[in-house]
């Protein structure tokens, strides 16, 4: 009866802490286009305005339930010159993110693409938090605007033909 009672106990808890684990070790998914509208924002504040979300430019990653990693670019036509030249849209992440081997702590943050391209990653305030520089995939036909892309290496971030490559700790 002893040994029944040992292996009950012993039994559930290998399972439990197995079957937790497995819970939250889900591969990271691309968000489908027509679940976009629950999970994006429809605005993002940047240096007291708010620019309204192009949700045709619009990508989010799930990591697992409630965690996701989400870009999108903004209408940045209500900004100075000087603000749309470097801003074109936000990152929003649930958890810490490496950008181009860059580590993104979770929170909000603004971006931009420039000519020769470099993704630099802002703060809220305006402040540059880094910059990585973009792979050109010159093979990628119809390239969209912006989005998110599994691959083998990690997820790929793409800005036209431009991209960085996302991993998720």
């Not at 240096?47 to 430019?57: H, I, Y």
């Not at 990653?61 to 965690?67: D, L, T």
Request: charged letters at 20%.
């Amino acid at each position: 009866m002893r040994r029944f009672w040992l292996g009950i106990i012993l039994g559930t808890s290998l399972f439990f802490p197995v079957s937790f684990a497995c819970a939250y070790a889900q591969e990271p998914v691309v968000v489908p286009e027509e679940e976009l509208s629950r999970v994006v924002p429809t605005g993002f504040y940047y240096e007291g305005q708010v620019a309204p979300t192009q949700m045709r430019n619009a990508a989010a990653i799930r990591i697992r339930e409630k965690k996701h990693v989400i870009v999108a670019l903004v209408d940045n036509s209500g900004y100075s010159a000087e603000i749309r030249e470097k801003i074109e849209g936000f990152w929003a992440t649930d958890i810490p993110v490496r950008i181009g081997g860059r580590t993104l702590a979770v929170g909000v943050y603004p971006f931009g693409v420039t000519q020769e391209g470099v993704l630099n990653i802002y703060d809220l305030a305006g402040t540059l938090r880094f910059s990585v520089r973009t792979s050109r995939d010159t093979g990628l036909r119809n390239p969209r605007p912006l989005a998110m892309v599994a691959a083998g290496d990690g997820i790929r971030f793409y800005r036209g033909r431009n991209y960085v490559i996302v991993r998720f700790r």
